[in-house]
């Protein structure tokens, strides 16, 4: 009996005795015959190694990896610049007493729109009234003293030619006359100031608007040297928007658009959207009306103003807002995302992926960010192939295949199997166990 291990044959120490002379060359040939047979059968179950240059085999390529771009496309660019801003009514007016006096009566309500001469609180007029009342009265008495003088020299006067009365007497009368005629003015001056106090009894609106709640309540004693006003008059239609911007930003905005880099949007004013809390646009967009001519010492800020509509109030001073401010446009700005660009002290700079699939690095000049993309203002041309993602499976100057990149949640089903399906290439078969072969 014989076992077979390998390709060897083992013969049993007792079934193997010591070569003798007597065995058939026939039985010989017939042993070679078995060991050559189990060999290749061997061999044909146990696979071997593929032959090298096999798809899958030690020494085939890998495919190229798979890289997304984009496609640069130059186009019109509005720069959009987003700063914070504080919304201020447009008009403010604080109502004060200007005459001394107990309210009587409110003649509003709080939080309420008012129009410019309602009258908002009642003052006791009393004191003032008498003092008018006196006023007229030594207003008629200067009138009669005007009558009495001027008909005294009415008859004095014939009398001067003819020499009938002195000159002293000619001339007391006459001086009488302007005398009266002065006392007249003052009292009519008495008159009107009086009036004048009388009409302060009465506060009343000085502006339209909305008046918010009253600091004195029927029965204070108000005076014009308070503090507090009595209420506040605030117009909010339209609105002011004050903010910021880096005096940098503003003075390298004003460079580029002196070289012709960038251009004014627009030749009226720049238009500018209000951004709430919640990330809601206001649907009124306002204009900028000017921006300051100094800059803050300690924040190195330039302060800028708009102006926006306010139908209905929707909008209340002291809001905190976001401005979105279209200052310049670029006519052929390329936008690229932020993962697409490379910023170091050196420089900024891009990957570009050739028609061959070769990438190399390409240094850009960037604009501001726009909606969470780069604006590139230089250093890229109409067709060139950016690369955005797949930076991890660049090995040394190995070729990539360029795909289209998909932002995320936005890619269609059908493109994101595509990109992530694996190569069809087969894969290379495992090799059985030798005890499996045996078997």
């Known amino acids: 009996m014989f076992t077979i291990t390998g390709y060897r044959l083992i013969a049993p120490a007792n079934t193997m005795p010591h070569r003798t002379p007597a065995m058939a060359p026939s039985a010989t040939a ?10 290749f059968l061997l061999s044909a179950c146990g696979g071997g190694d593929k032959p090298a240059g096999v798809p899958g085999g030690p020494g085939s390529a890998p495919p190229p990896a798979q890289v997304g771009v984009i496609t640069v496309q130059p186009g019109a660019l509005d720069l959009v610049t987003e700063l914070p801003g504080r919304l201020e009514a447009s008009r403010v007016a604080q109502v004060r007493a200007r005459a001394t006096g107990i309210v009587q009566q409110r003649l509003f309500t709080e939080g309420s729109a008012v129009r410019a001469g309602q009258q908002l609180f009642r003052i006791d007029a009393a004191p003032y009234e008498a ?5 007229r009265a030594q207003q008629a008495k200067a009138e009669v003293q005007v009558a009495q003088t001027q008909a005294q020299w009415a008859r004095l006067r014939p009398l001067v030619a003819d020499k009938a009365v002195s000159e002293q007497e000619a001339t007391n009368a006459e001086l009488a ?5 002065a006392d007249l003015a003052l009292a009519k001056a008495a008159v009107q100031t009086a009036s004048i106090n009388r ?38 239609d339209p609105l002011y928007i004050n903010f910021t911007q880096s005096a940098s930003e503003a003075m390298a905005l004003a460079r580029a658009v002196e070289s012709g880099q960038l251009k004014r949007s627009g030749t009226q004013a720049a238009a500018v959207k209000v951004v709430l809390e919640d990330g809601t646009e206001h649907p009124q967009p306002g204009k900028l009306l000017f921006s300051d001519l100094t800059v803050d010492p300690t924040s190195g800020q330039v302060t800028l103003r708009a102006e926006v509509p306010n139908p209905g109030g929707r909008l209340l001073p002291g809001l905190y807002v976001r401005v979105r401010l279209v200052q310049a446009q670029a006519s052929d700005a390329i936008a690229l995302p932020q993962q697409a660009v490379t910023r170091s002290p ?42 955005v993602d797949g930076f991890q499976k660049l090995r040394g100057d190995a070729p990539v295949k360029a795909v289209p990149w998909q932002a995320p949640g936005t890619a269609p089903k059908a493109a994101a199997a595509g990109a992530t399906a694996p190569s069809t290439a087969p894969a290379p078969a495992s090799a059985p166990a030798p005890a499996a072969a045996a078997k």
Not at 30 to 39: D, F, K, P, V, Y
Not at 131 to 135: D, E, N, P
Not at 353 to 370: F, I, M, N
Request: charge should be neutral.
């Open 346 to 387: 050196k420089g900024d700079s891009v990957m570009v992926v050739d028609t061959e699939g070769k990438v190399s690095p390409r240094p850009v000049k960037l604009g501001a960010q726009q909606g969470g993309r780069w604006v590139v203002l230089d250093g890229l041309k109409a067709g060139e192939q950016v690369m």
């Open 177 to 181: 006359v302007k005398q009266a005629d």
């Open 199 to 236: 009409g302060y009894a009465d506060v009343i609106a000085p502006i339209a608007g909305r008046v918010g709640r009253a600091n004195v309540t029927e029965g204070a004693l108000v005076a014009q040297t308070d503090t507090m006003p009595m209420a506040v008059v605030q117009q909010i």
């Open 131 to 135: 003092v008018l009342a006196s006023a």
């Open 30 to 39: 017939t042993l070679i015959a078995a060991l050559l047979g189990s060999a």
